[in-house]
């Protein structure tokens, strides 16, 4: 049976909602400590964190993935029950085959290669694995970074497994995501009858103004390794129905994903500038999830792509798209990150599926990764 194949059906077994891990990181755990590891298991709130390390010498490498996943959904919808890791049509079908069980199984195995042909590596090796990561992030690998940085542990490589390509195993790494910046804007104004607005302040008209303003504005023009920042508005709401009624308040949601071209004081500052143009009685909500976070070009970005290339015959396409992921709590503190993982394109889906064929293939190419760093 292949190794990784039979890892990952393992851990698939576990129903790991999120933030629940529901023992995986105890499987992870057993098998990185009977190959050398040392495994310190870090508990915050309802979040199961797992911090594993081997060796004293060299640069640190770190692998870094979540346990956790996001609810099945309509069970009846599956063709097959989601925790119940079936393979078909060279496909292994669960929740988590995508996001990313596959990809923690990979890492595993590909430690257990590159130990068993070289027992004293000059780097050090690091796992750093959370069950909060689809959730809101907060007790997971934000709150075992800080914990590390307090101990002055600082990091030199990391990878994160999260699945990063499209159709061939290796085609996309990202090395860098935008920041998230969310807001919730409420407009005061004065709830009167429709037939005399002259007696009331319709929050909504204000609105829209800025909401037109804020739409049409050019917030910067990116760089060479990010898209210009975007803005979208996610929901506005007024009103409870009623017709003949001016509402007194009106509120709108909106977020940001910005590039390094922009900043979240920045963005904050223009926007309260747009807004006071249109309204004088508001207030906004900030929310950052995210600052946008750019991999340093090195060793590691050259030691991934030499590796997709040798074993995927392809040369990777170097990438900032995409949502957020945990690299934003790590990059501060790792200059050279990178997310390298398996096939997105069924993630979070009902019959989430992975190709059976790659799981070996990421193994060799986390295991090729690791020789390459070997100093
Ligand atoms: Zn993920």
Known sequence: MDPVLALTQELIRCPSVTPDDAGCQQIIANRLKSVGFKCEHLRFGVVDNLWATYGN??????????TDV?????????????????????????????E???????????????????????????????????????DGTKRVIDTLV???????YCIVGEPSSSNILGDTI?????????GILTVQGIQGHVAYPHLADNPIHRLSHAVSALTNKTWDHGNDAFPPTSFQISNIHAGDGIENVIPGTAEARFNFRFSTASSEASLKARTEEIISQHIDNYRINWRLSGNP?????????????????KISGITPELSTGGGTSD?????PNCPEILELGGMNTSIHQINEHTRVSD??????????ILNNLMV
């Open 100 to 138: 990313m069980k596959s990809g923690l199984a990979a890492m595993i195995v590909a430690v257990e290669t590159f130990l068993k042909n070289h027992p004293a590596p000059n780097i050090r090796i690091g796992f750093l694995i959370t069950s909060d990561e689809e959730g809101d992030a907060q």
């Open 327 to 331: 690299g934003r709590f790590i990059a």
């Open 70 to 98: 996001v609810p099945p959904g309509d069970l009846k919808a599956w063709h097959t029950p989601p925790f119940d890791p079936i393979i078909s049509d060279g496909m292994l079908f669960g929740r988590g085959a995508g």
């Open 293 to 309: 976070f750019l991999s340093k070009r090195g060793n590691l970005i050259e030691a991934a792509t030499s590796a997709i290339q």
């Open 359 to 368: 799981l070996t293939k990421l193994a060799d190419m986390y295991c090729y």
């Open 150 to 156: 307090a101990r002055g542990v600082t990091m030199d």
């Open 57 to 66: 010498d060299g640069p640190l490498f770190v692998f870094a993935g979540h």
């Open 174 to 182: 990202r090395i860098g995501r935008r920041g998230s910046l969310s």
